[in-house]
């Protein structure tokens, strides 16, 4: 069968505000002063971020996306639709059944949900089920409300070093449409990998059946340099095999998108693997950490700016609580 290509990617920041890091930093010291000025800037690379409104749900971002590919194609040609993020409106029922609803759409739908690699996991997924025939047409979507994931009051400074990452975190929307590539453009490669047994790293403890009903659990806590040091020792060969599998240089490459927690971790990722910096796009200067919507967020705004063009390669890494890399090599 041919390739599986983006056929179209979208983005959705209405209903939201931006907000500073300053602003941040004034919230977190409304009690007690913990946070030097400036300090969340020099330390993660982050001036803004976007906060959706009151009222709005990570259905409601997602279907923003959604409609701005559906407004191009024909609605009743969608086969199957996925909400893929780390945030939900509910525990049950899926998100994906909100996001279907507020759409008018009425194909299969379902929730893919692995962190900060939920879009990438579903990007694999989507064009798996393409591949076997089942369907044609896969619309994911993505909605990240992070805002609420955030504890501004901290205890003291062993809970800020627990929040600390959380400061960065910012509310998105996103959605992408994939369909069978009648040409050479198309995923070209994928790989998932999983590490379990640093799960406890980066949590939302709350929720769950471990903490059902403690809202003390319910915000963002981890054990950033530690996680840093994992990806950095972990990583291997993932973006090595993916050039060997290909027969790619990294120089061959036009275009690098990564999961983005600050401007360090993606000049650090472009270092250690040798990719030329000039390539990454990094947005996260203006944007924050958008979980699982940062990645098609940066797709998309390089799209809009005219900076992709047919035919060129793109590599995509994915790095995420749990823990799980990806890496997938299109040719848009």
Excluded at 46 to 60: E, H, L, P, T, V
Excluded at 98 to 107: A, D, R
Excluded at 266 to 292: F, M, S
Aim: glycine residues 8%; hydrophobic residues 40%.
């Amino acid at each position: 069968m041919s390739r599986v290509k983006i056929s179209y990617i979208a983005n959705y920041l209405a209903n939201s505000r931006r907000v500073s890091s300053q602003e941040i930093e004034a919230q977190v010291n409304q009690d007690q002063r913990l946070l030097a000025p400036g300090v969340l800037e020099r330390l993660f690379g982050i001036k803004n971020r976007y906060f959706a409104d009151a009222g709005i749900q990570c259905s409601d971002l997602a279907a923003g996306a959604a409609r701005k590919i559906l407004a191009q194609v024909d609605p009743n040609s969608i086969d199957c639709l996925i909400f893929a993020a780390a945030s939900s409106d509910l525990i049950e029922p899926a998100t994906a059944n909100i996001v279907q609803t507020k759409l008018g759409l009425t194909c299969p739908v379902f929730d893919v949900k692995n962190a900060c690699n939920s879009f990438m996991t579903a990007l694999q997924v989507g064009a798996s089920l393409i591949k076997s025939g089942d369907y044609r047409r896969v619309l994911i979507t993505n909605g990240e409300i992070l805002q609420h994931a955030i504890k501004f009051k901290v205890q003291d400074e062993v809970d800020l070093i627990k929040r600390l990452a959380s400061f960065t975190l910012g509310d998105a929307g996103s959605a992408a449409l994939l369909e069978a590539s009648e040409d050479e453009s198309g995923i070209i490669y994928q790989e998932n990998r999983s590490i379990g047994k640093y799960w406890e790293l980066c949590v939302i403890p709350g929720g769950g059946s471990m903490y059902p009903q403690e809202p003390g659990k319910n915000y963002f806590e981890g054990k950033t340099s530690e996680l840093r040091e994992v990806f950095a020792r972990e990583r291997g060969d993932l973006i090595e095999k993916c050039l060997e599998k290909t027969g790619f240089t990294r120089y061959d490459i036009d275009h690098y998108f990564i999961h983005q927690v600050s401007k360090n971790s993606c000049d650090a990722l472009a270092r250690e693997a040798n990719i030329p910096i000039e390539k990454v796009h990094c947005i996260v200067e203006e944007y924050g950490n958008t979980a699982a919507a940062s990645i098609p967020l940066s797709i998309s705004l390089a799209e809009q700016a005219g900076k992709l063009k047919k035919g060129q390669k793109i590599m995509i890494i994915g790095l995420a609580a749990g823990i799980s890399m990806s890496i997938s090599l299109i040719i848009w």
